[in-house]
């Protein structure tokens, strides 16, 4: 059973940036495509975006389209979320979560991490 | 986008009861839709996807149907471990869209 531990969660400020880490184990992290799902302070789940096996194909949500970018490392085993002029609604509980079966783009989310907390606020 | 709305947003059943949770997408996604439980302070469960697969490790009494634009989730014979957020989720196309979420409580 594989694993994923989010970490770089933090306070932010308005128009300010943070980059998140999923350190991946207990599977062949390159043959699987990642995605990123937020959770904001008691409301339900948003896919944030998503990544193919070998990171030649990035997918992402509306609402973050441009100001965020996915990416891995299949060598260190980890995938990163870089996010730039930060929001009050980019406010949420980060989930790092990995693709069943597909290397090509993530259509549905078996493993998923404990979550990393991002709060931007002044 | 395609729009995933669930109902009942809320409701309240007894251990053993047999509770049905309904997703309708906004367009036909066949049956690109995937069900998960979420419990307070945890990650997503996955539990089914297609429509209708078991996740392996998921237990019978969870069931899945449809294909289009019209789900359900069955839940047989209530647990107490059952109680919980429940999710669909779309992947026909992107960007992926979830439902808003239906809570299951114990009456």
């Known amino acids: 059973e594989g694993q994923l531990l989010e970490s770089g969660g933090g306070l932010a400020q308005p128009g300010g940036s943070l980059r998140l880490s999923c350190a991946a184990s207990g599977f062949t992290f390159s043959d699987y495509a990642m995605g990123w799902v937020r959770q904001a302070p008691g409301k339900g789940l948003e896919w944030v975006s998503g990544?193919?096996?070998?990171?030649?194909?990035?997918y992402y949500g509306d609402s973050v389209t441009g100001r965020f970018t996915i990416s891995r490392d299949n060598y260190k085993n980890t995938l990163y979320l870089q996010m730039n002029s930060l929001r009050a609604d980019d406010t949420a509980l980060y989930y790092c979560?990995?693709?069943?079966?597909?290397?090509?783009?993530?259509?549905?989310?078996?493993?998923w991490g404990q979550g990393t907390m991002v709060t931007v606020s002044s | 986008d395609i729009q995933m709305t669930q109902s009942p947003s809320s409701v309240a059943a007894s251990v053993g009861d047999r509770v049905t949770i309904t997703c309708r997408a906004s367009q036909d996604i066949g049956t690109w839709l995937a069900w998960y439980q979420q419990k307070p302070g945890k990650a997503p469960k996955f539990l089914i996807y297609t429509a209708s697969s078991l996740q392996s490790g998921v237990p019978s009494r969870f069931s899945g149907s449809g294909s289009g634009t019209d789900f359900t989730l069955t839940i047989n014979s209530l647990q107490p471990e059952d109680f919980a957020t429940y999710y669909c989720q779309h992947s026909k196309t992107f960007p992926i869209t979830f439902g808003q979420g239906t809570r299951l409580e114990i009456k």
């Open positions: 979560a990995k693709e069943p079966w597909s290397e090509d783009a993530p259509d549905a989310f078996d493993i």
């Open positions: 990544i193919s096996a070998s990171g030649g194909s990035t």
